[in-house]
C-alpha cells in the first residue's frame, strides 16, 4: 500500500563525534552543578520537591524524537550516544543533560519565588523574553558544528547558522508550562503525592510545545507545506500561540501563593 504521509524524508547525517564528546561533557558537567544545586535546595528546606522536579526534568527529553520526528530537527544518529529512540528519531545522551538543564533551571528559579508569592507577571514575561534569547544564542554552535540539524519546510528560519525563530518560543513555553501545571497542584499535594509533579514535566513539555506550535507542525507536514505564505504564516501563528501561552502562565503563576505545607519536609 502507497504510503500518504507528506512528512519530507529525513536527511543523512551523521554525528560530529569530537563534538558529540565535547557535548556530553560540557552539558554533562552543567546538568551536574544543576542537580547538585537542586539537592542543596532539597536538603535546605528538608523536602524532596526539587528533586522530584529534576527527575521530572529528565523525563521531558523522552519527548524529544516526537518533537523531532513533527518539527523537523534530527540528532544524527550514526556514532550517536543513544538514550532511546522513537519514529526513526533518537535522544542522544547530550541532550538528556540539556533537559536536565533548561527544565531544572527553569523549575529552580520558579519554585522559590513560587513559595514567597513573588512572582509577578512582569517576572514571567521577563524569564520568557530571556530564555528565548538564550536559546537562539545557545543554538548555534551545535547547528553550525551538525550536532543536531533543522531541515526543510521549516518557517521562519532566515539564517542557517541560527536555529528557525519559533523554536526558541517553543523551548520556552514547554517549561513554562510545565512549572504552572505544578503550580496550580503542587498546594494540594501532601507527602508522597508530591510525586505527580514528575509527570507533570512531560505533560507540561507536550502542551507548552505542541500546543503552541500546532499552526507550524500541521502545516510543515501538510502538502500545502510548499506554499511559503502558508509556511512563514504557520511560524507567525505558532509564535503568537507562544505568546498567549506565556500571558495565561504569567496570570496563573501570579496568582499562585503557597501555604508553608506545601513545600514542608513530608513531602
Known sequence: MESNSHIPPTPLAE????????AIWLFGAIAAVVLLYGFRMAYKTRSLLPVYLMVGAAAASFLEPIIGYLGHLIHPPVGATVVFSAVDRILPLHMLFAYVIAFGVTYLIFLPKLEG??????????????????????????VVSGLWVYYEPQPLWPFAFLAPFTWPFLNTTAALVGITLIALLLPNLKGTTKLVVIPLAPIG????????????????????????VLLQLSGIAAVLCCFTVIWICSVVLSRQHWPESAHSAKG
Open 15 to 22: 554525528m560530529p563525534m569530537e563534538v558529540q564528546e565535547f
Open 205 to 228: 513539555a507536550v502542551m507548552g510545545h505542541l500546543g503552541s506550535g500546532w499552526p507550524m507542525f500541521l502545516v510543515m507536514n501538510s502538502p500545502i507545506s510548499g506554499s511559503g
Open 117 to 142: 508569592g513573588s512572582v509577578s507577571t512582569r517576572y514571567v514575561w521577563a524569564y520568557s523574553l530571556a530564555s528565548v534569547a538564550i536559546y537562539i544564542l545557545f543554538e548555534i554552535y551545535p
